[in-house]
C-alpha cells in the first residue's frame, strides 16, 4: 500500500466520510457487526470540533482508507476501506490505540489497558496482535441474531404478570433501579435512561416492562432499532439491547416471555431481523435466546495488552455485560 498520513479526527467535516467507510464495509458484512452505526455516530457527534481518541488514515490523493476509535477509554474499534487491508496499516492502528489508551488512563490517573475485539475467523489479525504483545482474554463474545418473518412462539408470562409498553411516567425510576441491580457497567441514572430514549433508533413499542398487580416491576426489554442502517443500506434491523428479571421473578419463563413478546413487536414494527450480544459463558442466556430462535452469527473473541500491570483484570464493565440478567 502506497503511504499513508495519520490525523485526528477533525469533527464535522469528517463525520459523512468516516460513516461512508464503515457503511461500505457493514454492506458486505465485513468485521464485527456491532455496534450499530448510530451507536458510532453518537460518538462522534458528541465531539463536534473533533477527537484525539478517533484517529484516521489517508491515502496519498487525501482519501480515508481506515479509521479507529478508542471506546470507554479502553476498547479499539477500527475499519478499513474494502479491498485496502494491510498489515502496515493494522499496526499502525494498533500503535495508534496502545498510545491513546495510555493517555486516557494517565489522565485519569489509572493503568492503561487496550481491548481488541477479533471475530474468531480472522486468523490474520489475531496472528498479528499475538506477535505485538497481546494476550487473549478469556472472555468471549456471542453475537446472535434471528430473522423475524419465521414463526413465533405465543408468550406465556406468569401469572399475575402482565407484560406492556414502558411508561416513562410510571416505570422510569423503577426500571433503571431495576437495571442498575442486574447489569455491571452503564445506564444505571435516570439521566442515562432518558438519553437512551433520544436516541434515533428508540421506539416506544419496542420498550417493555412486566408488571405485577400491585404494579412492582418485575422485569422489561429494550430493543433499539438501526436507523443508519435502515436508510443507507435498506436494512430493517434492530438490536435486543437488555432482557432483564429480578431476582425474586427468575426460573418462572417470564424472560422467555418478554423476549418473544418483544419479538413480535420487532414484526408488527415491519421489522426483519433481530441481533443481540451475550457472554459465551453466559450459558442459561444461550439457551434461551437458542429457544426463542436466535442462531450464533459471530464469535468475538478479545485481546488486551497491558502496559503498566501484568495481570489481566477482564474486560472493561461497560463491554462485559450480557444481553440476558434473568
Not at 498520513?5 to 458484512?29: I, N
Not at 488514515?57 to 485496502?84: K, N
Not at 482474554?137 to 430473522?147: G, H, K, P, S, V
Request: proline letters at 5%; a neutral charge.
Amino acid at each position: 500500500m502506497p503511504s499513508l498520513t495519520h490525523r485526528a479526527y477533525a469533527g464535522a467535516a469528517d463525520l459523512a466520510a468516516v460513516l461512508e467507510l464503515w457503511l461500505a464495509a457493514r454492506a458486505v458484512d465485513r468485521g464485527d457487526l456491532w455496534p450499530p452505526l448510530d451507536t458510532l455516530q453518537g460518538e462522534l457527534l458528541a465531539c463536534p470540533q473533533g477527537t484525539p481518541y478517533t484517529g484516521l488514515w489517508e491515502d496519498q490523493h487525501g482519501v480515508l482508507v481506515g479509521v479507529a476509535m478508542l471506546l470507554d477509554e479502553s476498547v479499539l474499534l477500527s475499519c478499513t476501506r474494502v479491498g485496502a487491508d494491510d498489515e502496515r496499516l493494522a499496526s499502525a492502528m494498533l500503535s495508534w490505540g496502545l498510545a491513546s489508551a495510555g493517555r486516557a488512563a494517565r489522565g485519569a490517573g489509572e493503568c492503561a489497558s487496550l481491548f481488541v475485539p477479533v471475530c474468531s475467523d480472522d486468523r490474520r489479525l489475531a496472528a498479528l496482535l499475538e506477535r505485538t504483545g497481546f494476550q487473549e482474554d478469556a472472555w468471549q463474545t456471542l453475537r446472535m441474531e434471528r430473522a423475524l418473518h419465521t414463526p413465533i412462539d405465543t408468550p406465556s408470562p406468569p401469572q399475575a404478570v402482565l407484560i406492556r409498553p414502558f411508561v416513562a411516567s410510571r416505570d422510569l425510576a423503577a426500571a433503571t433501579a431495576l437495571h442498575g441491580r442486574l447489569f455491571v457497567g452503564g445506564r444505571k441514572s435516570v439521566n442515562e435512561r432518558c438519553a437512551l430514549m433520544d436516541a434515533p433508533g428508540y421506539r416506544p413499542e419496542l420498550d417493555l416492562v412486566a408488571v405485577l398487580a400491585d404494579g412492582t416491576l418485575a422485569g422489561y426489554a429494550l430493543a433499539i432499532c438501526c436507523e443508519l442502517e435502515r436508510q443507507r443500506l435498506g436494512q430493517r434491523l434492530c438490536w435486543l439491547e437488555f432482557v432483564g428479571v429480578d431476582q425474586g421473578y427468575r426460573k418462572c419463563g417470564l424472560g422467555r416471555a418478554l423476549t418473544l413478546q418483544l419479538l413480535q413487536a420487532m414484526r408488527a414494527a415491519g421489522l426483519d431481523t433481530v441481533r443481540l450480544s451475550t457472554g459465551a459463558a453466559n450459558l442459561a442466556a444461550r439457551r434461551l435466546f437458542e429457544d426463542c430462535g436466535f442462531q450464533v452469527r459471530q464469535r468475538i473473541r478479545w485481546y488486551v495488552r497491558e502496559a503498566e500491570r501484568p495481570a489481566l483484570a477482564g474486560l472493561p464493565h461497560a463491554w462485559s455485560e450480557g444481553a440476558l440478567s434473568a
